[in-house]
């Protein structure tokens, strides 16, 4: 099993470091890598064991025997899905003074099916391998995708030669981001007598162990809050942007990526969570514990719907949202000031706002991109639960905008190009305004957004 490249390079520093030279590389690893087991020394069925090269049967553990080799989890068997769990390899054996480890993590009956993935402790001892199924390909590090097996091992200071009685190694398991059943973590283990006994293997022992874990049994979801995400009040509509506030709503957070949109079809759910309104599956955008960020589907229903979120099959409580045609909002700065912007992007809003960015105020007359959602369809229309891409897809209600209850005129509206339930409202700012920070308002098809908003005005 062992290959004769990481032999020479074994000896040749076993020369200056007096160490067990199959502890230091089991099967040699990536030439040039750190030295450690070639990956599928684990115990995984149909791979092999570090008894493979450190053998005395007589001793070698039975499966379930924890008096040797054990694994310490954070609680009990169990895992709650993307939430991270720091394991600690405790090999005891009163004789030995050398010491190394291998262990891997397997969905239950699918030994070709990898469970999350691991980090290495910071102390050194432990390092993360990669490898494919049926061909020995490592590379130690990230794993990426073309090497989806991920083995946690010792390294070459683990070894740690001349302690007597017992080793830990410590690292981290982040399991599957989603429920994926059962997963059973395999163990291997290796307690030698720290001579470099190449040629004689019976006062090495060699353990095998494995556990299985149960996904934890979740918190339903629960909601407090169903509002704009813009405005952060009562009304949503199709196509708007939502948030969704409360308890146990995610196990992960994150936003979604490009890889979440492949063809520019939004998805449904991110790590397992997934929202209904009015039983329509809404596009999930971002995910937390506390907070849900999300498009509302298409939906011609109006009035009070039911909301709720499933977390990974565990559904939650239902909860009340208004359903509104349209739902205008501007989307604020520190609560109080619309979303706004040259057309070069520069922000048009008053001084410190934002901590060490110069702002401007908007000047009488200028032109200004007002950033918003829930201005109802367009022309054309965008596809329900896609990107709005192609043509400019107009607002097909034009709105009306009053600054100070000034009527300012509105040059064009429209859906942000690649982001959707984005709008962009392009005006041209009053010449009579007076300086100050003055109320703005939009209303579209009647519905105007709320009160409360401002747009600093300085000549």
């Given at each position: 099993m062992t290959r004769r490249s990481k032999i020479v390079i074994v000896k040749v520093a076993a020369v200056f470091s007096v160490v067990p030279v199959l502890l230091y590389g089991i099967g040699g690893g990536v030439s040039g890598g750190p030295p450690g087991p070639d990956a599928g020394q684990a115990g995984v069925p149909g791979e092999a064991s570090c008894a493979s090269c450190h053998v005395r049967p007589s001793d070698n553990s039975k499966l379930g025997d924890s008096s040797k080799l054990k694994v310490t989890f954070p609680g009990t068997l169990t895992y709650t899905p993307g939430v991270n769990q720091h394991l600690i390899v405790t090999i005891t054996d009163a004789n030995q003074k050398a010491w190394g480890f291998q262990a891997t993590a397997r969905q239950?009956?699918?030994?070709?099916?990898?469970?999350?993935s691991f980090l290495p402790g910071p102390d050194g001892y432990t390092q993360l391998v990669c490898s494919q199924a049926g061909v020995q390909v490592e590379q130690f590090g990230s794993c990426p995708s073309s090497l989806p097996f991920?083995?946690?091992?010792?390294?070459?200071?683990?070894?740690?030669?001349?302690?007597?009685?017992?080793?830990?190694?410590?690292?981290?398991?982040?399991?599957?981001a989603s429920n994926v059943g059962n997963v059973v973590m395999y163990v291997s283990g290796v307690?030698?007598?720290?001579?470099?006994?190449?040629?004689?293997?019976?006062?090495?022992?060699?353990?095998?162990q494995t556990y299985t874990l149960t996904q934890a049994q979740a918190n339903a979801p629960s909601i407090t809050s169903v509002v704009n995400g813009a405005s952060f009040q009562s009304g949503v509509s199709s196509g708007s942007w939502v948030t969704v506030t409360g308890s146990n709503l995610a196990n992960t957070s994150r936003s979604w990526s490009s890889s979440d949109i492949p063809g520019g079809v939004l998805p449904t759910s991110l790590d397992g969570v997934g929202v209904t309104i009015n039983n329509k599956k809404a596009y999930v955008a971002y995910i937390s514990p506390t907070q849900i960020n999300l498009i509302a589907p298409s939906d011609e229903s109006t009035g009070g719907v039911d909301v709720q979120v499933s977390n990974n099959g565990v559904t939650g409580?239902?909860?009340?949202?208004?359903?509104?045609?349209?739902?205008?909002?501007?989307?604020?700065?520190?609560?109080k000031y619309a979303v706004a912007t040259r057309a070069d992007y520069t922000v048009a809003a008053p001084s410190g706002v934002f901590t060490g960015r110069t702002t401007v105020p908007a000047k009488p007359g200028e032109v200004v991109i007002l950033w918003a959602t829930g201005f109802g369809p367009t022309s054309p229309a965008v596809p329900d639960g896609r990107l709005p891409t192609g043509q400019i897809a107009s607002v097909l209600n034009v709105p009306s905008i009053l600054i100070g209850n000034v009527a300012?005129?509105?040059?064009?509206?429209?859906?942000?190009?690649?982001?959707?339930?984005?709008?962009?409202?392009?005006?041209?700012?009053?010449?009579?305004?007076?300086?100050?920070?003055l109320p703005i308002v939009a209303q579209v098809a009647g519905a105007p957004s709320p009160a409360g908003v401002f747009l600093t005005i300085q000549h």
């Open positions: 239950a009956g699918r030994n070709l099916a990898q469970a999350g991920q083995y946690i091992e010792h390294t070459f200071s683990g070894v740690r030669v001349g302690t007597k009685g017992s080793a830990t190694f410590e690292f981290d398991w982040s399991p599957p307690a030698a007598d720290g001579l470099d006994n190449s040629a004689d293997l019976t006062h090495d022992n060699s353990y095998v409580n239902t909860a009340a949202g208004q359903l509104r045609a349209v739902s205008p909002a501007f989307f604020l700065w520190s609560g300012a005129r509105v040059i064009a509206a429209a859906l942000s190009p690649e982001f959707p339930g984005l709008y962009q409202i392009a005006i041209q700012v009053p010449s009579s305004l007076p300086d100050g920070d």
